[in-house]
């Protein structure tokens, strides 16, 4: 908490910032590891048999990832507000490019969180019940577009933005603007995986590996980072240089 200059107690957005991308860093790896070593990868969507068996015995793997991945949309949703303070606080001409920050962040969330809902459709129709095939091969296929293709439109959007106003501002150190700009062109490379198939062996299946590899882990790399720096850099949100008081009075 920081002190406001008329005695209110304030949060600090520099820790909350930071507190909420590290738990976007420790969601992530929990996630991912659920998925590797719980669920695991799933058949061919041309074994019908082996797809529905695969389902129901991950089922409660599946719902667990989708738990977790809830959790972290709302430690994303937390973070992109901070950060959006942080820049409009240092540089207000700025603040229409971190709105678009913050607001292709929340429609990434919702895009997320609608991908999610697919994915749990998939657990709760083998539950208590025998999974149908085409329901299953439908919701799979919807939901890998979305964590896939689509996600990465948006999330190189949002670093883009991103890396323009922590230049711009200097609310944060360079280095995280051109590892923005960075993670922005790596997820416009995974776009066109969308049509690579839905194989799961395939390293450029619509959100296999590939997407994996150029777009999730760099951006899971600069969240990391930005959590880092805020927490070690905890200027107030209040402690406004002298210089820049004197030039906007």
């Known amino acids: 908490m920081t002190q406001h200059p008329h005695r209110k107690l304030m949060p600090d957005v520099r820790l909350w910032t930071g507190i909420a991308a590290i738990a976007v860093a420790l969601?992530?790896?929990?996630?991912?590891?659920?998925?590797?070593?719980?669920?695991?990868?799933?058949?061919?969507?041309?074994?019908?048999?082996?797809?529905?068996?695969?389902?129901?015995?991950?089922?409660?793997?599946?719902?667990?990832?989708?738990?977790?991945?809830t959790m972290l949309m709302a430690a994303l949703i937390v973070f992109f507000?901070?950060?959006?303070?942080?820049?409009?606080?240092?540089?207000?001409?700025?603040?229409?490019?971190?709105?678009?920050?913050?607001?292709?962040?929340?429609v990434f969330v919702a895009v997320t969180l609608v991908g999610d809902a697919m994915e749990a459709g998939t657990a709760l129709d083998v539950t208590g019940m025998a999974g149908d095939y085409s329901v299953l091969r439908a919701l799979t296929v919807g939901h890998t577009i979305l964590f896939g293709s689509i996600g990465c439109?948006?999330?190189?959007?949002?670093?883009?933005?991103?890396?323009?106003?922590?230049?711009g501002s200097e609310a944060l150190p360079r280095w995280t603007g051109w590892l923005a700009y960075a993670v922005a062109g790596l997820?416009?490379?995974?776009?066109?995986?969308?049509?690579?198939?839905?194989?799961?062996?395939?390293?450029?299946?619509?959100?296999?590996?590939?997407?994996?590899?150029f777009a999730t882990f760099p951006w899971l790399v600069w969240?990391?980072?930005?959590?880092?720096?805020?927490?070690?850099?905890?200027?107030?949100?209040?402690?406004?240089?002298?210089?820049?008081v004197v030039a906007t009075g």
Do not use: C, K
């Open 223 to 244: 969240v990391t980072a930005i959590g880092v720096v805020t927490i070690r850099d905890r200027r107030r949100p209040y402690d406004v240089p002298v210089e820049r």
């Open 153 to 167: 439109v948006l999330t190189a959007l949002v670093a883009a933005a991103s890396a323009y106003v922590t230049l």
């Open 187 to 213: 997820n416009l490379l995974a776009v066109p995986t969308m049509f690579g198939g839905t194989d799961p062996a395939s390293f450029f299946a619509a959100g296999g590996a590939g997407t994996a590899l």
């Open 81 to 106: 507000a901070g950060f959006r303070q942080l820049i409009t606080h240092s540089e207000v001409a700025l603040q229409w490019v971190a709105d678009l920050a913050y607001g292709a962040g929340l």
């Open 27 to 69: 969601l992530t790896v929990t996630e991912f590891s659920v998925q590797v070593f719980v669920v695991g990868a799933r058949p061919s969507l041309d074994d019908e048999l082996a797809l529905v068996d695969f389902m129901t015995r991950t089922s409660n793997g599946t719902l667990l990832t989708i738990l977790i991945d």
